[in-house]
């Protein structure tokens, strides 16, 4: 059930990471406002679940968000498809185990290398291990970075040429709580939703004469796949890193995929925000707000 609805009919919009649980809500409400609806997504399957969904309005196209070849070829089958697009989000992102250090804190004890439990030099390894600062190899961080970084930078590149200069064209990212206040454990994926906030501006001024406007959505603590081993145990019981999070959201709970909603269909419509630009929209339940006492 959309909060309120815009007339996107006629619009295309092209949606990176379409087959992922916040990326799909905003197809199908997007969808709802008229608009036709691209999914990129490298999973082709999960892509094509949202767009059997929607409808004939809707289609999934394979890409890898990181290939530029990739990138155009999509292009390519969506404008013979929908013509170009109108809209853009670039949805694609995520972390990565490999990339995630085993404790919050560094302490003496952990700097002694890595054999006591496993080598965690060695990224195939299934042996636990105490994962420091020290250990994370630099393939790991690369592909965390570029997946929510540099794809962004890539598909933008792909898509807003033909975006120039065309009526009412917007992109949109998809930054994270992490761009404001980096979570512990994470420090790949925090730099990396940090410099997508940074990008979100500076684009914003790089395209403002040729009217593309170009904003961010900061999601607070959503339940995706990506996190959700994170989140809760085997047995569906919350983490300790649950019960951080919900002590640190003044709301005391997780987002609901549909509470984005709103904020996204007003950054789309340039009748709402047509003087909004270079601006990231924390929608966190007042995460970002709390300072802990």
């Known amino acids: 059930m959309l909060p309120f609805k815009i007339n996107l009919t006629g619009k295309t919009v092209v949606i990176t990471g379409g087959g992922g649980v916040l990326c799909s809500e905003f197809a199908y409400s997007l ?25 004939a309005n809707a289609i999934a196209v394979q890409c890898d968000v990181l290939n530029k070849e990739s990138l155009i070829n999509a292009k390519n089958i969506i404008a013979e498809k929908f013509g170009l697009c109108d809209i853009l989000i670039n949805g694609a992102g995520g972390n990565s185990p490999k990339c995630t250090t085993t404790k919050e804190y560094l302490f003496d004890e952990d700097i002694v290398g890595g054999d006591a439990l496993g080598d965690p030099r060695n990224a195939e390894s299934s042996v636990p291990y105490n994962v420091t600062f020290f250990d994370l190899l630099p393939d790991n961080l690369r592909f965390v970075f570029d997946l929510n970084f540099t ?9 807003a040429k033909d975006m120039a200069n065309k009526k009412d064209c917007s992109i949109i990212n998809v930054s994270s709580m992490n761009a404001f206040t980096p979570l512990t454990k994470i420090p790949a994926y925090s730099a990396a939703k940090a410099a997508v906030s940074n990008f979100t501006k500076w684009l914003a001024v790089h395209f403002s004469k040729v009217g593309i406007r170009v904003n961010a959505l900061a999601p607070g603590f959503f339940v995706s796949e990506q996190n959700r081993t994170l989140l809760f145990n085997a047995d569906g019981t919350p983490t300790a890193r ?22 996204l269909l007003w950054l789309c419509c340039p ?22 006492v």
């Open 271 to 292: 009748e709402a925000s047509g003087f909004v630009n270079g601006v990231v929209v924390p929608v966190d339940g007042g995460f970002s707000a709390y300072s802990g």
């Open 242 to 263: 649950t019960h951080k999070i919900l002590a640190a959201t003044p709301m005391g709970r997780f987002g609901e995929p549909k509470e984005l909603i709103g904020t």
């Open 31 to 55: 969808a709802e406002c008229g608009a036709n609806i691209a999914l990129l997504d490298i999973k082709l399957e999960s892509a094509q679940k949202v767009a059997n969904k929607i409808g």
């Open 151 to 159: 794809s962004a930078v890539l598909t933008t590149q792909v898509f």
